[in-house]
C-alpha cells in the first residue's frame, strides 16, 4: 500500500514526518523529491544499487528530412522548430513521446537516450531489531526541467506489497500528481500559518480531484495557532493525523540530520500518528483505489 506525504508548500515538514514515520513504523521510504531529496541524510540507508535515467529525444538525418513539419505539428510540446532552413529540437522541452518518429514519413527522425538522473536502491536500519526497510530515491541532473522520467523509474521500482512512505516534491504540480497517481492514501503535512493554510487547501483539493482518501499532520503544531488549521480540515471533514509540536530541540535534531524520534517525547507523538494513520489505512478500500487508478 502506498502512502504519499505532500505539502502545499516547501519547507512545511513532509520529509520530517516521512521519515520519521517510515523509520519508527517499520514502513518504506521512497523519495520521489527528486530535484532536492534529502530523506537519506535521516535515514543513512545503504545503496546498493545505483543507476541512471535516461530519456529518448529525437535526432534529425537531415539529409533526409524535407522539412515538411509534420513532426512539428505532431510534438504537442513546443520541442521543434524549422528555422534557418532545418529542423531544430529543443531537448529540454522534449518528453520522449515518439510522436515525431511516429510522423515522419521520410524515416528522417531517429531516437537517441540522454541521460537526465539517477535512481537509487538500498536499505536501512530500523529501530533496535536489526530488520531493514527498502529505500528508494531519484536524483534529476542539476538544469534538468523534466523531473517525471525520473519519478517514474524510482516508482516503477517498487516491489513491496507492504506500507511504503512517498515522500513526495513540494508543492502540488505535476510532479506531484505523477506520484499521487499510485497512492492509496496521502498525508497532508501543513504548519499553523497563512501560508499553510492557503497550501493545504491547494494540496487537498487536488487529492480530492483525485479520488484519494487523505489526513492532515500539523508540523510545528502550537496551540494558540492552530486553530484556524481545525477549523479548516472539519469543514472539509479531513482527520487529523497528528501534531508535531514546535520546539528548539526538534530544530536542533533535524539541523543535525537527526531523526525526532530519537527524542522520547517525539518518539510517542509519532508512534501516536503511526496508530492513527494505520486505522485509517486498514480502512481504506483497496478495492475501490484500484478502479481510480485503471481510470486515471
Ligand atoms: S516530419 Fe520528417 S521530413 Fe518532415 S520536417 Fe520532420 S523530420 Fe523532416
Ligand atoms: S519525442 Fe515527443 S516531445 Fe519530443 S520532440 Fe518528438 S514529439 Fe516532441
Not at 513521446?97 to 537517441?112: F, N, P
Amino acid at each position: 500500500m502506498n502512502v504519499a506525504v505532500l505539502s502545499g508548500k516547501g519547507g512545511a515538514g513532509k520529509t520530517t514526518v516521512a521519515v520519521n514515520l517510515a523509520w519508527l513504523m517499520h514502513w518504506n521510504y521512497i523519495d520521489v523529491d527528486v530535484e532536492a531529496p534529502n530523506g537519506h541524510i535521516f535515514l543513512k540507508p545503504h545503496i546498493n544499487k545505483r543507476d541512471t535515467v535516461n530519456t529518448l529525444v529525437p535526432v534529425v538525418d537531415e539529409d533526409k528530412c524535407k522539412l515538411c513539419k509534420s513532426c512539428v505539428k505532431a510534438c504537442a510540446f513546443n520541442a521543434l522548430m524549422i528555422s534557418a532552413g532545418r529542423l531544430q529540437v529543443f531537448q529540454e522541452l522534449c518528453h520522449g513521446c515518439g510522436a515525431c518518429v511516429l510522423s515522419c514519413t521520410h524515416d528522417a527522425i531517429t531516437e537517441v537516450e540522454r541521460p537526465i538522473g539517477i535512481f537509487e536502491h538500498g536499505q536501512f536500519n530500523y529501530e533496535q531489531n536489526g530488520s531493514q526497510g527498502e529505500f528508494l530515491s531519484g536524483l534529476l541532473n542539476i538544469n534538468e526541467p523534466m523531473a517525471g522520467p525520473v519519478i517514474h523509474s524510482v516508482t516503477q521500482m517498487i516491489s513491496s506489497d507492504e506500507i511504503n512512505i512517498i515522500d513526495c516534491s513540494p508543492g502540488a504540480s505535476c510532479n506531484v500528481v505523477k506520484a499521487l497517481k499510485i497512492a492509496d492514501f496521502a498525508v497532508l503535512v501543513t504548519e499553523p500559518t497563512a501560508f499553510g493554510l492557503h497550501d493545504l487547501d491547494i494540496a487537498g483539493a487536488l487529492v480530492k480531484t483525485m479520488n484519494i482518501p487523505s489526513g492532515v499532520v500539523i508540523n510545528r503544531s502550537k496551540p494558540e495557532y492552530d486553530h484556524k488549521i481545525v477549523n479548516y480540515i472539519e469543514t472539509q471533514n479531513l482527520p487529523l493525523l497528528g501534531r508535531v509540536p514546535y520546539s528548539r530541540k526538534a530544530a536542533e535534531l533535524y539541523s543535525e540530520g537527526r531523526l525526532l524520534v530519537e527524542d522520547v517525547k517525539y518518539h510517542a507523538i509519532f508512534g501516536a500518528i503511526g496508530r492513527i494513520l494505520s486505522a485509517h489505512l486498514n480502512r481504506t478500500d483497496k478495492s475501490l483505489h484500484k478502479i481510480r487508478k485503471d481510470q486515471l
